[in-house]
């Protein structure tokens, strides 16, 4: 059994947003492509051997980026076109090992 704790810098390259609210009042139908950007992450596992073969490994990982529209927008300040990306991601694998 053993604790694993790593952060690492990603590599977003193909982020987009697809609007579908044709069918709502005053809605729109629109996708937009963010540009290329960087982000990081961190994470804690837990890792288990269950013998000689397998393993589970169970932790949490937080991530964070920064997006940016791709075309000119003249507010900077608009939370659609520059937006903020985080999330906690739950992980639970079973591992072979050869």
Same mark, same amino acid.
């Given at each position: 059994?053993?604790?694993?704790?790593?952060?690492?810098?990603? +590599?977003?390259? +193909? !982020? *987009?947003?697809?609007? $579908?609210?044709?069918?709502?009042?005053?809605?729109?139908? /629109? !996708?937009?492509?963010?540009?290329?950007?960087?982000?990081?992450?961190?994470? #804690?596992?837990? =890792?288990?051997?269950? $013998? =000689?073969?397998? !393993?589970? /490994?169970?932790?949490? *990982?937080?991530?964070? #980026?920064? +997006?940016?529209?791709?075309?000119?927008?003249?507010?900077?300040?608009?939370?659609?076109?520059?937006?903020?990306?985080?999330? #906690? /991601?739950?992980?639970?694998?079973?591992? +072979?090992?050869?």
């Amino acid at each position: 059994m053993r604790f694993k704790v790593g952060a690492g810098i990603d +590599y977003y390259w +193909y !982020s *987009k947003i697809v609007f $579908n609210t044709a069918n709502l009042n005053n809605g729109f139908n /629109d !996708s937009w492509m963010y540009d290329k950007t960087f982000g990081y992450h961190a994470r #804690v596992n837990f =890792e288990m051997n269950l $013998n =000689e073969r397998w !393993s589970l /490994d169970y932790g949490l *990982k937080y991530y964070n #980026v920064k +997006y940016h529209v791709g075309y000119d927008n003249p507010d900077p300040n608009d939370k659609f076109h520059n937006t903020i990306g985080s999330g #906690v /991601d739950l992980i639970i694998g079973l591992n +072979y090992h050869f």
